[in-house]
């Protein structure tokens, strides 16, 4: 599992059928970091701490072990400061 922040969504609209219309969301580990799209499990906005999974967690976090994500939103973190 991961920290990281939403930064913004993504629109795609030419996308595979088996995504469905599963929202994906820009997401950092780090300001200045690399950046990664994640596919919205919880329903969070940008600015959010989220808790990400990854590999077959993420695929099974989504909705099936078929679907195809390597990057998942499983958590909305309430409190979290990031520098302690």
């Known amino acids: 599992m991961k920290i ?3 930064e913004k969504t993504l ?4 996308r ?9 969301l820009v997401v950092q580990d780090k300001p200045g970091g690399p950046r990664s799209v994640a596919v919205d499990a ?6 959010d701490w989220v808790i990400c999974v990854g590999s077959s967690a993420a695929r ?14 499983v958590g909305i973190i309430d409190r979290w400061n990031p520098e302690g």
Do not use: N, Q
């Not at 595979?16 to 994906?24: D, N, S, T």
């Not at 919880?42 to 600015?47: D, M, R």
């Not at 976090?61 to 990057?71: E, Q, Y």
């Open 4 to 6: 990281m922040r939403v």
């Open 11 to 14: 629109v795609s609209t030419s």
């Open 16 to 24: 595979i059928e088996a995504f469905g219309h599963r929202p994906l």
């Open 42 to 47: 919880v329903g969070c906005v940008p600015g």
């Open 60 to 73: 099974e976090a989504a909705g099936a072990k078929d679907f195809p994500s390597d990057l998942t939103i």
